[in-house]
């Protein structure tokens, strides 16, 4: 069933994202009545580049992995280099 309600609606056709390709916009009544400019201002304000996000967050977890990772192995190292350590010293 088809009722005759009006809405203002915005659609944008070319996000410049990999993960959407079409994003609708339905204005609320109150502010339907701002000019297109306004709209389209206030629509291109959301950001459309999530997967740059999303990698850019990706890739800083990984660097953190790392660096917890290069700090245990330091660690290890450090005490491994102790223990050696101190078992020459028993030994002379």
Do not use: C
Request: without cysteine; glycine residues 4%; aromatic residues 12%.
């Amino acid at each position: 069933m088809v009722k005759g309600v009006s809405k203002t609606v915005i659609v944008v056709n070319n996000t410049g994202s990999k993960l959407f390709e079409k994003i609708v916009f339905y204005v609320t009544p109150e502010y339907g009545t701002l000019s297109a400019k306004q709209l389209k201002k206030a629509a291109s304000s959301f950001s459309f580049n999530y997967d740059d996000t999303y990698s850019d967050r990706a890739a800083l977890r990984r660097r953190w992995k790392r660096k917890r990772q290069l700090k245990l192995f330091l660690l290890i190292g450090l005490v491994f280099i102790i223990a050696a350590s101190a078992i020459l010293l028993i030994i002379m």
